[in-house]
């Protein structure tokens, strides 16, 4: 269970634009041999337009220890319009764990991409191996145990944090549904910022 590179599997292709109607996502992927060792990163991007241009961000990032990070640690990173972005800090205790974490945040990706399927539909089949990443309904329910974890625990942190964002975190449907309403209602009870 060394090798975490993922986007080969689970991706029939990792950049889709369509200029007609200005859907574009990327993903990429730093993989890594040995994550105790090494860094990684999982993102995805996503724009659309509905009443204005909507540029989302997620991801999934595993850190080693450095001056910005005190600790080695996994967050799950999001960031979008009135929000700006916020991390949640997990804690993973081994290799196999952060292979669940990563695994679970691919389907999840699959949510992400439905919901942009108003708006281009065919992109989620288009862009995922589908009879596999719907095999992954487990790692993704270990992934919400540990989002729900970590925010019981106010491993959170925001880059700046308002009332406004906060209405906008309780209003952002694709959050609630990542996150689940429960964590929305959590996360919205944070009133400064966090660092880790």
Known sequence: MKEFHFTKKYFKKTIF????TNVRVEISETPSIDISEEEYSLRIST???E???IHRRYAIEHHLMQEKHR??????????????TFRIFLDIENSEE???????????????LKNIERHHPGITEELLVMELVSKLKKEEEFLKE?????????KVGFDEISEESMISIKNN????EFLGERNINKLA???????R
Do not use: M, W
């Open 47 to 49: 724009r659309h337009t």
């Open 71 to 84: 600790t080695p640690h996994l967050q799950f990173k999001f960031h979008t319009e009135k929000i700006g």
């Open 17 to 20: 634009n369509d200029p007609e």
């Open 189 to 195: 009870e944070f009133t400064h910022t966090k660092e």
């Open 51 to 53: 009443e204005r241009e």
């Open 146 to 154: 540990k989002l729900t974890e970590s925010i019981n625990n106010k």
């Open 173 to 176: 449907s694709l959050l609630s």
């Open 98 to 112: 952060y292979k669940k974490a990563i695994l679970g945040f691919i389907y999840k990706i699959k949510d992400v």
